[in-house]
Structure formats: structure tokens, C-alpha cells
């Protein structure tokens, strides 16, 4: 599928060991011709951590796609009326926001995104990396598998020995997630092996 000029909503929250390996998708997204528009949850806007600094990654993120950052509740809002997105890829996601999403709690700027962006009947791309995937979460992860328009990244446990509840989606996933997402389609298998 050309991808070529769609407009997607690229939206971070805060699983900062992941935000490195989310980003490095932007690029292969830009690459294939994509207008990305970033959106930052406010723990990564206002938070410095042992991964980087809020600073580094606004950066990071502003120079990928060329825009501003939406970062406020009030600036993601208009996303639904306006009709300003093709897809709303939110990479990485974490429990916290997921279960915003899965309760429809509109307190956050990605959670705001998301709610405008499903008014308008298209795709949502989530991509987990979550502590609680198999455990709390995975309610929130079931019933967001069954609300049309979400679609997820393939994902695993990163590491059942000493973390059983935890899975990551595989990032490298999200460019043909998003093309199945595009078609209406769930990219199949959605749970992975981790070896």
C-alpha cells in the first residue's frame, strides 16, 4: 500500500526505556513519505529521566517532523473537528494511557488525541510497552481489541523471567501495522514469540 501523503499522528507517552526504538520509527515513517505530526503526552514533555532529558526529546521529535509539537489538551482537541489526521499512531504506549483510552478519561493530551482522532472513524495504532500487559492492563488491552478503529503493534513479553506481566511491542512492526490499519485490517498475529 502506498502511504505516500497521508497526514498520522505520531504520539508518545511516557515509557521512556522505549522512547529510543519508538522514534527510530518516525524516520522509517518520514521515509515512506508520511507527514508526521508529533504529539507528546505531558509526563514526556515535563520529565527528565536516566533515558534523556524532556529537552533532548523535543527536540528529537520537532526535527524528525518538521512541526510543532501538540502538547496540550487544548491543542489536541481540534484534531477531531478539524479532521487533521489520516491515522493516530501512539508509540509508545504505556498502561497508564491505555487505560485512559480503554475508559474513556480524556486527561491528557494523548488521550485528548485519541478521542478527537475516533470521531472521525479511522485508525488508531497502538504500540504497548507496559509492566502490567498480563496483569491490571490486560483488561484495558481486551477491550480495546474490540473497539472499531484501534488497531495494535504485534507485541511480546520482553521478559518473562523477572518481569511476567510485561510486554513491548516490536517497533519494527509499526510501518506494516499501519498499513494493514489503513485497510481495515488487524496485522496478524498480534502476539509474538520473544525469541
Known sequence: ??????????????????LEKALAQVETLVAAGINIIPIMSEMVWNTNTRFGSADYYKAKLKDLTGHDI???IKDAEPIGPKKLLDALIIAPCTGNTMAK????????????????????SRPVIIAIST?????????????????????????????PMT??????????????????????KQLQPIILSNS
Open 1 to 18: 500500500m502506498n502511504l505516500e501523503g497521508l497526514v498520522v499522528g505520531f504520539a508518545v507517552t511516557g515509557s521512556f526505556c522505549t
Open 131 to 159: 509492566n502490567d500487559a498480563l496483569g491490571v492492563g490486560a483488561q484495558n488491552i481486551a477491550r480495546l481489541m474490540n473497539v472499531k478503529n484501534i488497531f495494535f503493534v504485534p507485541f511480546y513479553q520482553d521478559d
Open 101 to 120: 483510552i480503554a475508559n474513556g478519561i480524556t486527561d491528557s493530551s494523548v488521550a485528548m488525541a485519541t478521542k478527537a482522532h475516533l470521531r472521525n
Open 163 to 184: 518481569k511476567q506481566t510485561s510486554m513491548i511491542s516490536d517497533f519494527a512492526m509499526l510501518l506494516p501495522t499501519l498499513e494493514s490499519a489503513m485497510e481495515g
Open 70 to 72: 501538540i502538547a496540550s
